[in-house]
């Protein structure tokens, strides 16, 4: 399967603070990416994404920063709030459909 | 719209037991997949499905684990015999044919005494 890594398992913020949560990837081939948050006891839910011609796409209150050059992809999130607290994961798809995903980072979010 | 559904939500076996899981995905999805997903890690796909046919079944322990889709709507993940590396949650996921979002479940838990 593809390689997909995250650099930091766990990451701690102050509510109202701006969390980034990075993401390593491998197959230079990959079509899209996207992040998936998932929180205690429910399936991954769908966040943004972002296709491989792209660098930078944003949403509400997300952004996702994508650097080919390196393979690093990065979920940026605005103004943290405690309801951002869960484990994001990022995805990469190939032109078959296919998913991989990495292996997550959990996100604490301190009031 | 509806979203995955899937039963049970948890199950506690024995090893050498054997068990069964069942989706039912998004009206309309043609593309369905089982993940696997060990506690602390990210899920993991076992197999995927076009309509009623197995697009990717490469990481799924066929001496054990078997999976159907026979109308291309309902699926159903079968382990036989259980043993206690199983112990995970099993994710279904749906999507349109070649759209770029996975919707899940919200999985099944497995646990292996």
């Known amino acids: 399967g593809e390689s997909v890594g995250l650099h930091l398992p766990t990451l701690s913020v102050q509510e109202g603070d701006n969390s980034i949560i990075n993401c390593a990837y491998s197959?230079?081939?990959?079509?899209?990416f996207i992040w998936y948050k998932q929180e205690s006891g429910k399936g991954p839910q769908f966040i943004i994404d972002i296709r491989s011609n792209m660098d930078k796409r944003q949403g509400q209150r997300v952004t996702v920063l994508l650097n080919k050059t390196v393979k690093h992809l990065s979920l940026q999130i605005a103004a943290t709030q405690p309801g951002d607290s869960a484990v994001y994961f990022c995805?990469?798809?190939?032109?078959?459909?296919?998913?991989?995903f990495g292996s997550g980072t959990k996100l604490n979010v301190k009031p | 719209e509806a979203g995955v559904a899937q039963s049970p939500r948890y199950k506690i076996i024995e090893k050498r037991q054997s068990v069964a899981f069942w989706c039912n995905p998004i009206?309309?999805?043609?593309?369905l997949y089982w993940y696997q997903q060990i506690l602390g890690q990210g899920p993991k796909l076992l197999i995927q499905f076009q309509n009623n046919g197995v697009v990717d079944d490469s990481q799924l322990p066929k001496d054990r684990f078997s999976a159907e889709r026979l109308k291309g709507v309902d699926s159903t993940l079968k382990i036989q015999p259980a043993k206690l590396e199983d112990s995970a949650v099993y994710l279904c996921a749906s999507s349109r044919t070649g759209a770029n979002v996975l919707t899940f479940g919200a999985g099944s838990r497995l646990t292996v005494l």
């Open positions: 009206s309309g999805h043609a593309t």
């Open positions: 197959n230079s081939a990959s079509d899209y």
């Open positions: 995805a990469e798809n190939n032109h078959f459909n296919k998913f991989y």
